[in-house]
């Protein structure tokens, strides 16, 4: 009996090697920036749904998409919640990542302070002749923020005064920064406006006097397509089970910002501002006009062709990107048939 049980020894390590090694939560290392576009990444995490679901989710923070985009080079990230802006121009470098899902659309928003937003209230709608009557009474054209260009709030900001108002990126001063510095400029009032989204449009709302959103998405870029969840195609191919796991959780974490907002404020705090902000102002950030949470990445395919069209014009991208490889949505597919 005892040497039986002394051959029984190895076998049971064996099984128990296994076991451990199946218990193992998949490690992801995800790349993010605090905005509110994001958000579903912050429920996820904070309520400690990814743990349950096996995910060890490593998370670093960024201040705009194409500095995530560099990171991405140097197989730092596995995962990327960004723009489809930065997503497309990965893409176009030879970088091989995918979209997954939507994460939101149409969140952009001109937000304008001081003489800025009072040549807005003038002008009664006419967006163009506000700019233009900023020039002629300050001798100075607008100084507008937002991120760098190839981002999705760049693009939009560009689209509405090219395409959209007919007057040129020339017509006003583009000032390119991170999130954080977006915000404090606008709050020094070191800058007259910005293209830009929430939680910073309801913040400087809040605490300029006269700030207001002069313009939104729907007419900046008609069907703006947002932020997104992204990964690099051999994370896909090695953890497919580990990433649709996510998926499931993205789009459950959708499903909450859409029908309980006040709910999953507080694990959005965590994440955006520092937890400087207070919890009022970023439960009406995720009820204001700008947070349209969607995550179905076939409803922002056309909005998107639309952006790399434009893009490409521009020069943003400098090759053309075939969004069929691009967008990745068997995973989002499978989740969406479940339910």
Do not use: C
């Not at 390590?13 to 939560?25: D, K, R």
């Not at 991120?147 to 040129?168: K, N, Y």
């Amino acid at each position: 009996m005892d040497r039986r049980r002394w051959l029984l020894v190895p076998f049971l390590l064996l099984v128990m090697g296994i076991a451990n090694a199946q218990s193992e939560p998949t490690r992801l290392e995800v790349g993010y920036m605090p905005i509110l576009p994001v958000a579903q990444l912050f429920v996820l995490e904070n309520a400690g749904w990814a743990d349950g679901a096996d995910l060890a989710l490593e998370l670093t923070r960024f201040s705009s998409g194409p500095a995530m985009v560099q990171a991405m080079a140097s197989g730092e990230l596995d995962v990327m919640y960004f723009g489809i802006g930065p997503a497309m121009v990965a893409r176009s470098r030879g970088m091989p990542v995918t979209v997954l899902a939507s994460s939101i659309r149409e969140q952009i928003g001109l937000v304008a302070r001081g003489e800025l937003a009072t040549a807005f209230d003038r002008a009664d709608g006419d967006a163009a002749e506000a700019i233009a009557a900023f020039t002629r009474e300050t001798g100075e054209r607008p100084r507008i923020a937002t991120f760098p260009q190839g981002s999705v709030p760049d693009t939009v900001l560009r689209h509405w005064l090219i395409e959209q108002l007919g007057i040129g990126t020339d017509a006003v001063e583009i000032v390119s920064m991170g999130a954080d510095r977006v915000q404090q400029a606008l709050l020094a009032r070191a800058v007259d406006g910005a293209s830009i989204l929430e939680p910073i449009l309801t913040t400087v709302r809040d605490r300029l006097p006269g700030a207001r959103v002069v313009a939104r998405a729907p007419e900046m870029l008609p069907g703006q397509p947002g932020a997104v969840l992204a990964a690099r195609e051999q994370v896909l191919a090695d953890h497919p089970d580990a990433l649709q796991r996510l998926v499931e959780l993205h789009v459950r974490a959708t499903t909450m910002l859409e029908n309980e907002p006040v709910a999953a404020a507080p694990h959005v705090r965590e994440f955006v501002g520092k937890r400087l902000i207070p919890l009022e102002t970023v439960e009406a950030a995720l009820q204001s006009p700008a947070s349209n949470y969607a995550a179905d990445p076939h409803g922002i395919r056309e909005g998107t062709q639309r952006m790399h069209d434009f893009q490409i014009g521009q020069g943003s991208l400098t090759q053309a990107v075939d969004l069929d490889a691009l967008f990745e949505t068997r995973l989002y597919d499978q989740v969406d048939a479940a339910e």
